[in-house]
C-alpha cells in the first residue's frame, strides 16, 4: 500500500515539482538579494551582519587531519569577516562564493573580495584547502556559443587561483536550459583539462541540482573531469512553492512527494558518480511561508523567507516546534497578526541523519550551505564532530531506521553498511519497535564489525524482534541488502550505550508487569507497573530524536500500580514519541503514537 500511495503522490505532483525545480535556488536568491547592495568591503558587511567575533573554543583540536570525510563549505561574500570563528579542525574544504560570470564576456561581473579576503590565509594556517566559486545563473546559450568568452572564463579562473595560491574551483552552473546540455558537458570537460594542465594537484568540484530535470546535467560524461561532485540537497520546497514543507526532506514517508535526499544521492550513484566523487550539501538555513492553517501540509499565501539558522534560533524559540517523521525534519508552527505561519528548517538532529544516510552509503563527504549562518551557535560543529571525526562520536543514544525513514519504504537494490561506536562504550543494546522486509532482503547485526564480529541476529520478512540485542565490544554494526523484487516499510530501532541504559535489575520493577495504554493514545494515557516494594519513578517524554520534552516523579507502593500519565500528554501534537521510565539503576522506554 506505501509503494502504491507514493507513486499515486508521485503522479499527482509532477506537474507542481516540474514547477518547482525550475525555480531559482537558494544560491541564485540569495545571490541577486544581496547583490542590491553597494558595500565596498567586508567590514560594511560585518556592520550590516551585527557581526563581533567571539572567542569560541575549538571543539577539539586545531587541525583536520583526524576528519574522516571531506567537510565542504560555501562562505558567501556578504557574510562579512564569519570566517574568523570557523572552527577549521573541522573543514576540509572552503570555497568563496563568487566570481559572478558575465556571459557576454566570460570575465567577472564581479568579484567582490576574492583578490583581498584573509579567508585564503586563515585557512590555509588551518591545513583547509580554498576553492573559488564560479556562478553562471544566465545567458548559458550566449556564453556556450562563444570560444573566446569560455576561454576568457578559464583563463582568468587560472590567473585568480594562481594569484591567491588557492587549491581548486568549485563550478556553480545552474538553470541550464535543455537544449544547452551538450554545451555544457563539452564546456565542462574543457574547462577542467585545462585546470588540471595548469594545477595537476588542483580541485575541480560542481554542484548538481537535487533533481536532474531531462537530464541537463551529464554526470556519466563529466566523472573523468570533475574531482568532486555536491549535490544541492534543498530546495526541494522553495520560496514559491504552493504548500509549505521540508526543505531538504531525508524521507518522504506517506505524506510528501517522493523527491527526497535519499533518492538524490541514489540517482546520482545510479547514474555513475563513485560513491567517493559525491558529497551531500546540506542546508543551515530553513523557509518561513505564510500559510492557510497550521495543518501539514498547508497551502501557501504567499511567498518564503529563507531563514538561516542563527535566525530561528534566535527569534523563533518561544514558537511551538514539532519534528516530521515523515521527511525526518524539524519545522515550527506559529501565528502573527492572525495569520499562520510555518518555518521548515533542519537542526542537528535532522542533520545528523543526513550525515548517517553519507556514511551508509559511503560518500566522500558533505557540504554546508552556508558557513557562518549558524552564527555564535555550536550545536552544528558539535554534530559535524559527532559523525565525521575519527574518536568524536560522544552520543550514547540513537535511533536507526532503514533508508526510507520511520514513515516510508526502503529501496531495491541496496546494500550497505552502518556502525554505530561512540567513543568509550563497553556495551551497544539496541531494540526493535517495528521489522518488516521481503524475505529475501537481509539484514544482519554485529558484535563489532562486520569482518571480524560475531553475528547477533539475522532478521528478514517479519520476524519476532522483541528480544534486546548487546554488543558486548561496544561496537554495533548493520549490514543491509535488499533485491530488486519487493521492498516493506522496514524498520525503527533504538539504540543506547551504557551511559545511558545501565545493568537490568528488576529488584524495583517487575518487567513483564509493565504496560503502557492505550496505544494509539488520544486523550488518556496509562501505566501500570508491579513494584516489589516502593519507589518513586522517574518519568519522562521524550521526542522522537530522545530530547526530553517533560518529566515528573511519582511515589509508587508495592504491588501493581496503575499511574494516570495524561497531564504529560495533554498538549501533544499527533506523532511518535516515547515514554522513557527509570528507578535507580533500570530504565524501560517505550514509544507511543499520539492519534486524536
Known amino acids: 500500500m506505501k509503494t502504491f500511495k507514493k507513486t499515486l503522490i508521485l ?9 518547482i525545480f525550475s525555480q531559482k535556488s537558494i544560491l541564485q536568491e540569495e545571490s541577486k538579494h544581496y547583490g542590491n547592495y553597494s ?10 551582519n551585527n557581526f563581533k567575533p567571539y572567542k569560541k573554543q575549538k571543539f577539539y583540536h586545531t587541525k583536520n587531519t583526524d576528519l574522516t570525510k571531506i567537510i565542504f563549505g560555501w562562505n558567501p561574500y556578504w557574510m562579512g569577516t564569519a570566517y574568523k570563528d570557523f572552527d577549521y579542525s573541522l573543514l576540509s574544504d572552503v570555497s568563496y562564493f563568487s566570481y559572478e560570470v558575465d556571459p557576454n564576456t566570460g570575465l567577472p561581473a564581479d568579484l567582490h573580495y576574492w583578490l583581498t579576503t584573509e579567508l585564503v590565509d586563515s585557512a590555509h594556517a588551518n591545513n583547509c584547502r580554498v576553492s573559488l566559486t564560479v556562478t553562471l545563473f544566465s545567458g548559458h546559450a550566449t556564453f556556450f556559443a562563444s570560444n573566446s568568452s569560455k576561454q576568457a572564463l578559464i583563463d582568468t579562473v587560472i590567473a585568480l587561483i594562481q594569484y591567491r595560491n588557492a587549491d581548486g574551483v568549485n563550478l556553480d552552473i545552474e538553470a541550464v536550459p535543455s537544449d544547452q546540455s551538450s554545451q555544457l558537458t563539452a564546456f565542462v570537460q574543457d574547462f577542467c583539462t585545462q ?24 554526470v556519466a560524461n563529466m566523472v573523468n573531469y ?8 534543498y530546495d526541494y520546497h522553495w520560496s514559491g512553492s504552493e504548500e509549505a514543507g521540508p526543505v531538504a526532506p531525508k524521507n518522504n514517508g506517506e505524506l510528501w512527494t517522493a523527491y527526497d535526499v535519499t533518492r538524490s544521492v541514489n540517482y546520482y550513484l545510479d547514474k555513475g558518480i ?6 551531500l550539501a546540506v542546508p543551515y538555513y530553513g523557509r518561513d511561508w505564510s500559510t492557510n492553517s497550521s495543518a501539514v501540509p498547508s497551502s501557501t499565501t504567499g511567498s518564503s523567507s529563507s531563514k538561516t539558522y542563527k535566525t530561528v534560533r534566535e527569534e523563533m524559540s518561544n514558537y511551538e516546534h514539532h519534528w516530521d517523521m515523515n521527511a525526518s525534519v524539524p519545522y515550527i508552527t506559529y501565528q502573527e497578526a492572525g495569520k499562520w505561519h510555518q518555518c521548515w528548517y533542519d537542526n542537528e538532529f535532522s542533520l545528523a541523519d543526513k550525515y548517517d544516510l553519507v556514511k551508509m552509503k559511503n560518500l ?9 549562518y549558524d552564527g555564535s551557535y555550536t550545536n552544528l560543529w558539535e554534530m559535524l564532530s559527532e559523525k565525521f571525526r575519527a574518536g568524536g562520536a560522544k552520543l550514547g543514544y540513537g535511533v536507526f531506521t532503514d533508508m526510507g525513514g520511520p514513515r516510508g519504504n526502503y529501496y531495491n537494490d541496496d546494500d550497505y553498511v552502518f556502525t554505530i561506536a561512540p567513543t568509550g562504550a563497553t556495551e551497544i543494546k539496541l531494540v526493535f519497535d517495528e521489522f518488516s522486509t521481503d524475505a529475501n532482503d537481509v539484514l544482519t547485526i554485529y558484535d563489532g564489525d562486520i569482518s571480524t564480529g560475531n553475528i547477533l541476529a539475522s532478521y528478514s520478512g517479519t520476524p519476532n524482534v522483541s528480544d534486546t540485542l548487546t554488543a558486548g565490544s561496544g561496537v554495533m554494526s548493520f ?30 520493577i517487575d518487567i513483564q508487569s509493565f504496560k503502557l495504554f492505550p496505544n494509539p493514545v488520544k486523550d488518556k494515557l496509562w501505566v501500570e507497573i508491579n513494584m516489589t516494594e516502593p519507589d518513586k519513578l522517574n518519568i519522562s517524554l521524550l521526542d522522537i530524536n530522545g530530547s526530553q520534552l517533560k ?11 496503575r499511574l494516570d500519565l495524561s497531564t504529560l500528554i495533554s498538549d501533544l501534537k499527533n506523532g511518535s514519541y516515547f515514554i522513557s521510565i527509570s528507578s535507580g539503576t533500570y530504565s524501560i522506554t517505550k514509544k507511543i503514537l499520539i492519534m486524536r
Open 11 to 19: 503522479i499527482l505532483s509532477l506537474s507542481i515539482n516540474l514547477t
Open 195 to 218: 585546470f588540471h594542465n595548469a594545477f595537476p594537484s588542483g580541485q575541480v568540484s560542481i554542484d548538481l541540482p537535487a533533481v536532474n530535470w531531462s537530464d541537463k546535467f551529464d
Open 39 to 48: 558595500f565596498k568591503s567586508e567590514k560594511e558587511w560585518d556592520e550590516f
Open 364 to 372: 566522500a563527504g558533505i557540504g554546508i550551505w552556508a558557513l557562518g
Open 551 to 561: 518529566k515528573q516523579t511519582i511515589q509508587t507502593n508495592a504491588g501493581n500500580n
Open 226 to 233: 570533475i574531482d568532486l561532485f555536491l549535490i544541492m540537497g
Open 479 to 508: 549490514h543491509f541488502v535488499s533485491d530488486d523484487a519487493t521492498v516493506s516499510s522496514g524498520w525503527y530501532a533504538r539504540w543506547a550505550n551504557t551511559d545511558y541504559v545501565l545493568s537490568i535489575s528488576e529488584k524495583t
Open 274 to 279: 563513485p560513491a567517493e566523487k559525491l558529497a
